[in-house]
């Protein structure tokens, strides 16, 4: 079962009434966003940082906010740290990712970078000359991609196996040896963001505990004083049963416990999570166009498609939905009772589904169908000029009840 809250409900109408082409569009909850916020770095102890990856949200009114909580932004590109520009004075930032450009690292070291996470020996070699070229030492994680144990992994694994990131193992101990032999680099630590979509706290402790075993065996074998340990993002977000999600609580505990241990006590452990922050506060609508059947398949032809939310194809998923009855409650629109209900959007691909067969007890033409868990990886991660339709419309909630008066 699928809450959609009173307040999103009441603007996804309101929004609908202020035109009259059918809908699409993203409502983004912002005191719900805050409260969750709130809640997680709430519960951490306090040797343990919670950086936001805004490679899941970049829209600015969910960055401001994000970041007002959070104890600093993670970018992974040049056009991500001008958009984090206006936030540096209040907040650290860390810069990761591939194929990083000399201009990107150059920007980052000169704003003043918390941290750079090195993904190979060749980019710790340009590292080192733009550093020299600056006159500026430069605040280094090199990031690992260690051997993993299977059980460890998940649908989507970045390391312990050949990706494009991180150092592997083999070569790490000469990149350590160059790091520490140049006078431009300040070597703080290792970064190792092993996996996204965990959804089971045991196991992404049991998996933190490998990966502390590790960069610490690591560290004392290579002379490496270890002060920071960023071990990644990768808190799943359940799409396909919304009711049963990760348990936090469980996973605060767990860290609490950690850095008891005496080994980690001078140890800043540091996350860098994207989806798990914004997921739940954001919420994509499609308003109903045309209902039809074909080859024995009841769909639903919506405003919007995959390349305005390419969340559920991006991820191989069936999105859970909500009919909300707005303009479809009139009395002449096409109807349909308890119906298994396939939803298309407006592109010209059979690949442009959000849903498939999923059960539904009534739906005409004018209602929304409201997705929820639609704040990371949705809109920002989409083909938007795909068929040159327009943007969605965006409204953000001010507070719990709103109408919406602020939309774009
Ligand atoms: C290096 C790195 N850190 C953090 C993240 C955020 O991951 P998630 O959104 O699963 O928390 C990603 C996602 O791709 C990443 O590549």
């Given amino acids: ?58 829209d600015p009114r969910i960055l401001h906010r994000v970041a007002a909580a959070v104890h600093g932004l993670e970018i992974a590109s040049g056009g991500e740290l001008q958009l984090i520009e206006p936030l540096l004075d209040s907040r650290p930032f860390i810069f990761g990712g591939p194929g990083k450009l000399d201009s990107d690292i150059a920007a980052a070291l000169a704003a003043g970078t918390d941290a750079l996470h090195v993904e190979s020996a060749g980019e710790l070699e340009r590292l080192i000359a733009l550093a020299e070229a600056a006159g500026l030492v430069a605040p280094v994680l090199l990031r690992i991609n260690p051997r993993l144990p299977e059980r460890m992994r998940t ?24 790091a520490r032999a140049s006078r431009w680099i300040k070597l703080q630590g290792f970064h190792i963001h092993a ?77 860098e999570m994207g989806r798990y922050l914004t997921a739940f506060c954001g919420y994509y609508l499609m308003e109903v166009i045309d209902l039809k059947r074909n080859h024995g398949e009841q769909f639903a032809i919506c405003r919007g498609g995959t390349h305005q939310f390419r969340l559920p194809p991006a991820q191989g998923h069936s999105h859970p939905f909500v009919c909300l009855p707005g303009r479809g409650g009139r009395p002449d629109s096409q109807t349909l009772h308890h119906v298994r209900l396939t939803v298309a959007g407006q592109l010209c691909t059979p690949k442009d589904i959000l849903a498939r067969q999923a059960e539904v007890a009534r739906v005409a033409i004018g209602d929304l169908l409201a997705f929820p868990l639609a704040g990371a990886y949705a809109w920002n991660i989409s083909h938007q000029n795909f068929l040159c339709h327009p943007a969605p419309r965006f409204h953000y909630l001010e507070k719990s009840l709103d109408t919406p008066e602020e939309s774009r």
Wanted: aromatic share 6%; net charge negative.
């Fill in 155 to 178: 649908r989507l694994t970045m390391a312990g196996c050949a990706t494009a990131f991180g150092i592997d193992e083999e070569a790490l101990p000469g990149v350590i040896a160059r």
């Fill in 195 to 271: 996996l996204s979509h965990q959804l089971d706290a045991e196991r992404h402790l049991s998996l933190l505990d490998h990966l502390l075993r590790l960069s610490l065996d690591l560290a004392r074998e290579h002379g490496v004083e270890l002060r920071t340990l960023n071990l990644g993002g990768g808190i799943g977000v359940n799409y396909t049963d919304p009711a049963h999600q990760y348990d936090w609580s469980r996973f605060a505990a767990g860290l609490h416990e950690r850095v008891q241990q005496p080994a980690l006590r001078d140890i800043r452990l540091r996350f």
């Fill in 1 to 58: 079962m699928i809450e959609i809250p009173q307040a999103v409900r009441q603007a996804a109408l309101e929004l609908q009434r202020q035109q009259p082409d059918p809908l699409a569009a993203y409502i983004y909850d912002l005191p719900a966003l805050d409260a969750h916020l709130q809640r997680l770095t709430g519960d951490l102890p306090p040797q343990v940082e919670l950086f936001y990856a805004v490679k899941a949200n970049p």
